[in-house]
T-cell receptor, first 111, second 116 residues
Framework: SQQGEEDPQALSIQEGENATMNCSYKTSINNLQWYRQNSGRGLVHLILIRSNEREKHSGRLRVTLDTSKKSSSLLITASRAADTASYFCATAHSGNTPLVFGKGTRLSVIA | GAVVSQHPSRVICKSGTSVKIECRSLDFQATTMFWYRQFPKQSLMLMATSNEGSKATYEQGVEKDKFLINHASLTLSTLTVTSAHPEDSSFYIC????????????FGPGTRLTVT
């Protein structure tokens, strides 16, 4: 069963703007990960944040995690047309359980 | 970095036939592999977890007799879709966990199955 729910389901922005996607989950987690998927292609791992971390940065990406609210957000700054893709959060209940994916957000960045 | 390959990348088969998809961890040993299915414009749904040398654990609603999973070695898992039907057409993605790192789950590029 799916653990996470992404919000919004679809997002369309202009190049250069920031894009924020949210993810909520239901049970306790060991870590939360964000992935990108271009249409019809495989997954690209973006970032992993552990349950004892609150914020993490990687290039133009900023991820926050609020375990009390069971939610996470992914911020992409200064978006580019190449950022157009679907973005999924995935959670792991423990270190050795499989990742369970949310429904995803389809991001369109218009040049 | 750890690489997971899948073969074939695309396959078209006729209804009623069986199709085998291979998943290999190229530069690490994977005691555990996972199989996901993704329908168009939807998310990945976990189908099953396989551990090397033992029977796979299937998620609720996934027919184990239809989706046969074999994890015979630390670098290879196979998914066989038996008696395929058009509704089995989907994107199948495997994932492997490096036994040295509990958090890292590496994904293959996926296999596009079309059943006509």
């Amino acid at each position: 069963s799916q653990q996470g729910e992404e919000d919004p389901q679809a997002l369309s922005i202009q190049e250069g703007e920031n894009a924020t996607m949210n993810c909520s989950y239901k049970t306790s987690i060991n870590n939360l990960q964000w992935y990108r998927q271009n249409s019809g292609r495989g997954l690209v791992h973006l970032i992993l944040i552990r349950s004892n971390e609150r914020e993490k940065h990687s290039g133009r990406l900023r991820v926050t995690l609020d375990t009390s609210k069971k939610s996470s957000s992914l911020l992409i700054t200064a978006s580019r047309a190449a950022d157009t893709a679907s973005y999924f959060c995935a959670t792991a209940h423990s270190g050795n359980t499989p990742l369970v994916f949310g429904k995803g957000t389809r991001l369109s960045v218009i040049a | 970095g750890a690489v997971v390959s899948q073969h074939p990348s695309r396959v078209i088969c006729k209804s009623g036939t069986s199709v085998k998809i291979e998943c290999r961890s190229l530069d690490f040993q994977a005691t555990t592999m996972f199989w996901y299915r993704q329908f168009p414009k939807q998310s990945l749904m976990l189908m099953a977890t396989s551990n090397e040398g033992s029977k796979a654990t299937y998620e609720q609603g996934v027919e184990k007799d239809k989706f046969l999973i074999n994890h015979a070695s630390l670098t290879l898992s196979t998914l066989t879709v038996t008696s395929a039907h058009p509704e089995d057409s989907s994107f199948y993605i495997c994932s492997a966990r490096d036994w040295t790192g509990p958090y890292e789950q590496y994904f293959g590029p996926g296999t596009r199955l079309t059943v006509t």
